[in-house]
């Protein structure tokens, strides 16, 4: 079935330094991809998405490329803020039917001042 | 507009017992989804309900569970004879099914400790 594989962490970085987490997935045909956020407390939110390949998703500063070739879509962000520590999930959908959701994880990232 | 709600927020339950989580899914939103979040697991599909359309139950981990949308709004969840294993926050979701894509909104979700 359908799987998605993100680097775990925890990740620790201090506040400016470049983040980078790691995300492949597994599927048949062409899913969407997602990156959601979990800021602590708060529910779970969409961060950013991209529906086919070569999609460039792009929110808050944080961008992911749908890369078909690879399958992956990597989550970057090039100046990191103390308000981003969060937990990130990568997540996928098949087009067509239910289009659950099916998530990584998780990574939990802590920026420190 | 309101968002997705769930209640109760906290639920503390003994082996054995039955539970009934709450969803209400944001209005309009025809789509209702029920995951679960656990430490071992991660983040699993459990239910999804459509319209007036047979419910999607593929993610459901035992027939101790069970769920049902009444009147294509409001959803309750149901886990009979609890086990410890079952502890874990209980999330909803919809979206709306219009054309083209559609996000799906989270609630806050249901946090259930099994004794």
């Known amino acids: 079935g359908d799987s998605v594989t993100q680097m775990e962490g925890p990740v620790t970085l201090s506040e400016e330094a470049f983040l980078t987490i790691n995300c492949t997935y597994t599927?048949?045909?062409?899913?969407?991809l997602f990156w959601y956020v979990q800021y602590p407390g708060e529910g779970l939110q969409l961060l950013l998405k991209?529906?086919?390949?070569?999609d460039k998703g792009s929110n808050k500063g944080f961008e992911a490329t749908y890369r078909k070739e690879t399958t992956s879509f990597h989550l970057e962000k090039g100046s990191v803020q103390v308000s981003d520590s969060a937990v990130y999930f990568c997540?996928?959908?098949?087009?067509?039917?239910?289009?659950?959701?099916?998530f990584g994880k998780g990574t939990k990232l802590t920026v420190n001042p | 507009g309101a968002g997705v709600s769930q209640s109760p927020s906290n639920k503390v339950t003994e082996k054995g017992k039955d539970v009934e989580l709450r969803c209400d899914p944001i209005?309009?939103?025809?789509?209702l989804y029920w995951y679960r979040q656990s430490l071992g697991q991660g983040l699993e599909f459990l239910i999804y309900?459509?319209?007036?359309?047979?419910?999607?139950k593929s993610g459901l981990p035992s027939d101790r569970f069970s769920a049902e949308r009444t009147g294509g709004s409001v959803s309750t969840l149901t886990i009979q004879r609890t086990q410890q294993e079952d502890s874990a926050v209980y999330l909803c979701?919809?979206?709306?099914?219009?054309?083209?894509?559609?996000?799906?909104?989270f609630g806050p979700g249901t946090r259930l400790t099994v004794l």
């Open positions: 991209a529906t086919k390949a070569d």
């Open positions: 209005s309009g939103h025809t789509a």
């Open positions: 309900f459509q319209g007036n359309s047979a419910p999607d």
């Open positions: 979701a919809s979206r709306s099914r219009l054309a083209g894509y559609n996000e799906q909104f």
């Open positions: 599927a048949t045909g062409y899913p969407s």
């Open positions: 997540a996928l959908s098949a087009q067509g039917g239910s289009e659950k959701l099916v």
